[in-house]
């Protein structure tokens, strides 16, 4: 048997430490320094601004990691000031900067990035980014000042707008607590800022360098530039009280009814054909109800595909959600218009499912230029109307359910609301690292959901709603022409192979997106996969899974299988609401079974939480899976049951991104 695996491993996937951080307080301004960048910036104990961040993307929009070097930090009471040199790039480019940061104890904080390219440098934005938090903001006022001096009084958006809120900004301002108000000013070109709900980042984005300019573009190494972020505090602020991240979380049950489990699916794609059929077992035993199947006339899926995917339905029990990926293509390789392309196309598919003789539960069919993503105003590709795509499937396929819905996330839902009369479900799927990676951020895009959920559910009405194929990777990349490599096994935007699939890190976010999807009245959650890099059990690939490549086992899983395990077989079943001193720790609800009640919670942070279960009562069962556990929850798709104990106490402590099913 294998070496025990590293807690690195358990946690995240990969022997990746997490990124550094290191919180540096003077007077009432606190911030949180993470690889060169800002986060968490409070005042007088009240998040202001969520991150200030230098931030350079290649031309596929895949952010480039700094090396950091003579980091300096030097911090007084009443003031601070950071210092650094850095470099980022590839084998073909360079760019190198200076940052100073220095900040006061009235609150007051200041960004400066000078530098330049070493060699022609190929970017799609190279510049600083603010971010604005949504809690306690979203739908409130703010002032913006552009950079020829007028002033514009408006509101941050509440429901998630497609195009962006405002333009040509020199400074924002806005109440973050009462009595206080912060400006943020910045300097180096015109900023414009888009609304982060659409890609599910908890933030509004304030970034340099229009989107209405050319993208990518070219940084010439004989141009240096200087770029600046300056934060003012206006109002009394107040002494700032006790810290409460160490307290313990409260939680109750409450009767009130928060919604129904959703319906389970997982994703199938034929490139793990092979491995899928392998997990059949694994897929019977877990629930699932929906597999699914995405298929590509243009990528060379037939009938023989179909074949398969009829395989796995018999196997499985389950029914079959097919991913029509329409090429529409004109003799010369164009996308287009033409009906009679349109029908040919969905003649071939229908064809190939006859030849294997599987009929669908649900059909979601999207042209496949939309598998790429467009500015609401334009140009967007030719392609025939949704509308007529829609009801040319539904004539094909008369016994299945029709999703409207981009195979893209909800950014691309919002920018072109796919609906029509003939549509029976609406859809789209989520990515949490379009553009941050760091643990924390990836765990924050969990607040943005009820706002994406809320938001579709304006479009579609009382229609069923699902999500698509999700998980913390990258599935493609519609901003650029891939997704990033990861040969290292490393956190980074816009990679397919994110080893935190692997890792508790991923149970922990399951959970809490499935707690958030009930609470949003989500009918259908595709998350994670049979097989392939989203996977939910292990099976030899052509990538590095460290820990798992060396187990003598056929039958290892994931720790996310266990989550949907637990929970895939129950869909319909009542969930009642939790009250939750802090949902940003901790995600929690509780489901109505047979003899009783079962709450699920999920520490959604690195650090241990304890959590009082208020008038839960003791000699109930507690069943853990956590970083003590993890090994015999992965060698055994029903370790979780053998790890229970019994609550003696009326409270639990959860290790990091620990899950407990409590009942």
């Known amino acids: 048997m294998s070496q025990e695996p590293s807690l690195n491993v358990r946690l995240y996937g990969t022997e990746e430490e997490p990124a550094a951080q290191q919180t540096i307080v003077t007077g009432s301004l606190s911030v949180v320094l993470q690889s060169g960048n800002l986060r968490n910036i409070t005042i007088g104990g009240h998040e202001a601004i969520r991150s200030i961040a230098f931030v350079v993307r290649d031309k596929d929009w895949g952010t480039f990691n700094p090396t950091i070097f003579d980091l300096e930090v030097d911090q007084q009471s009443d003031r601070f000031r950071i210092s650094y040199r850095a470099e980022c790039g590839n084998d073909q480019q360079t760019l190198a900067y200076s940052a100073v940061i220095s900040g006061s104890a009235d609150g007051a904080l200041e960004f400066v990035v000078t530098g330049g390219a070493k060699t022609d440098f190929l970017t799609s934005r190279t510049g600083f980014v603010v971010l604005h938090p949504i ?90 530039f200087m770029q600046r972020v300056f934060l003012d505090v206006e109002g009394r602020i107040e002494p700032i009280g006790r810290s409460s991240l160490g307290d313990p979380v409260t939680i109750s049950v409450r009767e009130e009814a928060l919604g129904e489990l959703p319906e389970f699916a997982l994703a199938v794609h034929p490139d793990y054909l092979d491995e899928s059929i392998g997990a059949v077992d694994l897929i019977r035993r877990s629930g699932v109800g929906h597999l699914y199947c995405t298929f590509a006339t243009s990528a060379g899926h037939d009938a023989v595909v179909m074949g398969r995917f009829k395989q796995l339905a018999e196997a499985t029990g389950t029914a079959m959600v097919l991913e029509a990926v329409l090429s529409l293509r004109d003799d010369n390789g164009q996308f287009t218009d033409d009906v009679d392309v349109l029908d040919a196309e969905i003649a071939a598919i229908r064809n190939a499912a006859d030849e294997a003789g599987i009929e669908f ?7 496949e230029c939309y598998l790429k993503s467009y500015q609401p105003s334009g140009p967007w590709p030719k392609a025939p109307p949704l509308e007529l795509v829609y009801s040319k499937v539904s004539k094909a396929f008369p016994a299945a359910a029709i999703a409207a819905g981009m195979h893209g996330f909800f950014t691309e839902f919002n920018r072109h609301p796919p609906l029509a009369k003939v549509a ?14 760091d643990d924390l951020s990836v765990m924050e895009t969990l607040q943005a959901l009820p706002w994406v959920f809320a938001s579709a559910r304006d479009y579609g009405g009382d229609r069923p709603y699902w999500i698509g194929p999700t998980a913390i990777g990258m599935r493609f990349n519609p901003y650029g022409s891939a997704t990033m490599a990861n040969p290292d096994n490393r956190r980074g935007a816009m990679v397919t192979l994110d080893p935190r699939q692997r890792g508790l890190f991923n149970a922990a976010w399951t959970l809490g997106y499935i707690a958030r999807a009930v609470a949003g009245r989500v009918d259908g959650l595709c998350l994670s996969a049979v097989a392939g890099p989203f996977g939910v059990a292990w099976q030899r690939m052509d990538w590095r899974q460290p820990w798992f490549d060396e187990i003598d086992t056929d039958n290892a899983v994931f720790p996310v299988y266990h989550v949907i395990a637990g929970l895939a077989g129950r869909h319909g079943t009542m969930v009642r609401a939790i009250e939750c001193s802090d949902p940003t720790r901790i995600a929690a609800f509780a489901i109505d079974v047979e003899d009783g009640r079962v709450m699920w919670l999920a520490n959604l942070a690195a650090t241990r939480c304890r959590v009082t279960l208020d008038g839960l009562g003791t000699g109930l069962s507690v069943q853990r899976l956590d970083s003590e556990t993890f090994r015999t929850c992965c060698l055994d798709p029903d370790g979780m049951s053998s790890t229970s104990i019994t609550l003696t106490e009326d409270s639990v402590t959860l290790d990091a991104y620990a899950v407990l099913r409590i009942g």
């Open 135 to 224: 809690d306690g903001v979203a739908g409130n006022d703010v002032t913006v000042t552009h950079t020829d001096g007028s002033v514009e009084q408006s509101l941050f958006p509440e429901r998630i707008k497609p195009s962006q809120p405002f333009s040509d900004i020199r400074t924002l301002t806005h109440r973050f607590a009462p009595g206080l108000s912060v400006t943020c000013t910045m300097e180096g070109d015109a900023f414009e800022m888009e609304d982060q709900r659409n890609w599910t980042d908890a933030s509004y984005k304030t970034y340099i360098r229009p989107l209405g300019k050319p993208h990518p573009f070219t940084l010439e190494p004989a141009k240096e």
């Open 424 to 437: 029976d479900v609406v859809t789209h799927s989520t990515c949490p690292i379009v553009h941050a990676s």
């Open 361 to 367: 539960a649900m059909i979601s069919a999207s042209p």
